[in-house]
């Protein structure tokens, strides 16, 4: 799964940006604000579907404007900060568990910026993210071969009859997960993202005089 060429370092010059605007406005809005959560960690996945797609993300900051500072001064203040930093600016009003309050938004090169306020509450919210982006081209998956075989398995032992000597997942292919068509993955039903086959555990083979009765059905040529 090589990377695509580019990728990282685009996302990463929309990336620095945008946490340096979401900096400013923050010391602006809500100023004495402890600074040092808003960072940027490695980029998150957003899209499971192949291929996936990253993104950098603030999901939600919060800040105290100043006392003398009204909800309607802060969102007006916001708006002007990022007009004037050439991002495409929007307001608007909702209404939500008997609050009231104004969200401005601002886009640029495909990142959003959200400055949240509440008419009757001192808090701020900010958040922003990139768009995301495909940062490894997509791979063909190919299940692994089994571990053991007829000719190799263990003196003594069988060939597990779940995975027939896989050791992996049968269902995954030892992945832990399964394509969907909604989420782009989810987790494998059988082996519940361990990966590994749930009655061997990974060995590929069972010891033949650990079988169960149940078991020993499995393998006719041990007889009774």
Not at 15 to 33: K, M, N, T, W, Y
Not at 115 to 123: F, G, K, P, Q
Not at 172 to 186: E, I, Q
Request: hydrophobic share 35%; net charge negative; with cysteine.
């Amino acid at each position: 799964m090589g990377p695509v060429p580019g990728a990282r370092e685009e996302l990463d010059r929309l990336g620095h940006p945008l946490r340096e605007q979401l900096v400013e406005l923050i010391d602006e809005l809500a100023p004495g604000s402890d600074l040092s959560p808003l960072f940027l960690a490695e980029p998150e996945v957003v899209d499971w579907h192949e291929p996936l797609r990253y993104r950098y993300s603030v999901g939600c900051f919060t800040g105290m404007r100043p006392a003398n500072v009204t909800a309607a001064d802060a969102t007006s203040r916001a708006a002007a900060l990022l007009d004037s930093a050439g991002w495409a600016v929007t307001a608007s009003r909702e209404e939500a568990g008997g609050t009231v309050g104004t969200i401005v938004t601002g886009r640029r090169h495909g990142c959003g910026i959200e400055i949240r306020a509440v008419d009757h509450m001192s808090t701020l919210w900010f958040s922003g993210q990139t768009p995301a982006m495909a940062l490894y081209e997509p791979e063909e998956f190919r299940r692994p071969e089994p571990l053991l075989t007829p000719e190799t398995v263990t003196p003594g032992y069988v060939l597990c009859y779940e995975c027939d000597g896989l050791g992996w997942c049968h269902d995954c292919g030892g992945r832990g997960w399964r394509p969907d068509a909604a989420r782009g993955r989810a987790n494998c039903p059988s082996c519940h993202r361990r990966r590994v086959c749930v009655i061997c555990r990974g060995a590929a083979e069972l010891a033949v005089t650990d079988l169960s009765p149940h078991q020993r059905g499995y393998y006719p040529e041990l007889g009774q």
